[in-house]
């Protein structure tokens, strides 16, 4: 079946030094890439997505790339910054109903 | 601020009691659905809804039903809860008129059946 697999489970990092996560899908029609930020006691919330007709986009101090060929997508995080400091989800999405989650991400950034 | 709220935020109960978690949003999305989270597993899909009328079962429905009272609210229930049903479990909504479905998630509701 469709499954979103996402590497490493935990990240621990220094303060200021960059963050990256990597996910890798397996249905070649997912068309959608969100990622998602869910801080201590509260939802996920989405912080940057990207479509399949694009190779890469940035906000500030995140980026994401999409590899369509090798169906991975990445998320990097430049500058950590404790409140930085997160479980991460990066997800698939073909169309309809279903969004298909990685396993997340504990990202630690150390001050 | 438009927003999905859900109640409890946490839950201690016995095997074998019925449970139900509720789930209100502001957003006047149409779709909502019910996620559950175990550590390592990531966000696994219980059910959904397209509208009032409308009841999916998702990856891991069995031990859970929902109803959808109205668009605003999206109950989930747990008839006789079982110890491996402690988990978090979120709430969420989308709109779609929006693209790609994204995702709206309430603050969850940590539950712990003992």
């Known amino acids: 079946g469709e499954n979103v697999e996402q590497h490493p489970s935990t990240l621990s990092v220094q303060e200021g030094d960059s963050a990256v996560i990597k996910c890798t899908y397996s249905?070649?029609?997912?068309?959608?890439f969100p990622w998602y930020k869910q801080e201590l006691g509260k939802g996920p919330q989405l912080i940057i997505d990207?479509?399949?007709?694009?190779g890469e986009k940035k906000d500030q101090r995140i980026a994401v790339t999409l590899n369509k060929t090798a169906k991975h997508f990445s998320l990097h995080i430049t500058e950590t910054q404790p409140e930085d400091s997160a479980v991460y989800f990066c997800?698939?999405?073909?169309?309809?109903?279903?969004?298909?989650f990685g396993a997340g991400t504990r990202l630690f950034v150390k001050a | 601020d438009a927003d999905v709220t859900q109640t409890p935020r946490n839950r201690i109960t016995k095997t074998g009691k019925r449970i139900m978690l509720e789930c209100s949003q502001t957003k006047g999305h149409d779709r909502m659905y019910w996620y559950r989270q175990d550590p390592g597993l990531g966000l696994q899909l219980i059910y959904y809804?397209?509208?009032?009328?409308?009841?999916n079962k998702g990856e891991i429905s069995d031990g859970y039903s929902v109803s959808r009272q109205a668009q605003a609210k999206f109950s989930l229930s747990l008839e006789s809860a079982i110890p491996n049903q402690t988990a978090l479990y979120f709430c969420a909504t989308s709109d779609p008129r929006g693209s790609y479905n994204e995702q709206f998630f309430g603050p969850g509701t940590r539950l712990t059946v003992l």
């Open positions: 809804s397209f509208d009032v009328k409308d009841i």
């Open positions: 997800a698939a999405y073909t169309g309809g109903f279903k969004t298909i």
């Open positions: 990207i479509r399949s007709n694009v």
């Open positions: 249905d070649s029609a997912s068309n959608y």
